[in-house]
């Protein structure tokens, strides 16, 4: 429908504000799921190892453009006049969403395979020790109990994230182009 200037403003500050937050937790959770995990098993040789380090990578450079958006969009609500911010939050938010929508084709496909191998490429830097006296145990660089369970669970999580980055910079795009008059 048609909106004053002062509901522009306000659904721009919510969108922006909403866009920053999700933003940072899928931040957050990129470079959780990477440092407690990924930057372990990443081997050149390894095509899934590699996959899943581009995903998680692109997934952070998908956050960081949605934040930047975020900002945008608040500085669009409190200055509504200029075109040039018109057109960088334009720009932004088609970027952050084209970005987020590759993320969750990529993150699913991440999902896919580690169901498909059960977990294994999660564990490849895992050495397998058998002594005598004790069970088979495992001396990994990292804890190897909840790690398949753990990264999953992170990246569901931003794959929900990624989604809802979705559909705020599709909602900050429509609202540009409504600014725009396109």
Known sequence: GHLDPGSHQRVLMKTGLILLIIGHLNFITGAFVHGTVLRFIVTPQDAISLQYVVTNAASVVSALLTISCGIAALMLSRYLAPAALKWAVFALSTSSSLG?????????????????SQG????????????????????????????????????????LLNSMEIV???????????????
Not at 100 to 116: E, K, M, P
Not at 138 to 155: A, H, I, K, M, N
Not at 168 to 182: E, P
């Open 120 to 159: 294994r490429v999660l564990l490849t830097p895992c050495t397998v020790t058998d002594v005598a006296l004790a069970p088979v145990s495992r001396e990994c660089p990292f804890d190897p109990t909840r790690v398949y369970s753990s990264t999953l669970s992170l990246w569901a999580i931003s794959l």
């Open 100 to 116: 987020c929508l590759s993320c969750l084709l990529g993150l699913a496909v991440s999902i896919g395979l580690t169901l498909g």
């Open 168 to 182: 705020f910079g599709i909602r900050c795009l429509l609202l540009t182009l409504h600014l725009l008059r396109l």
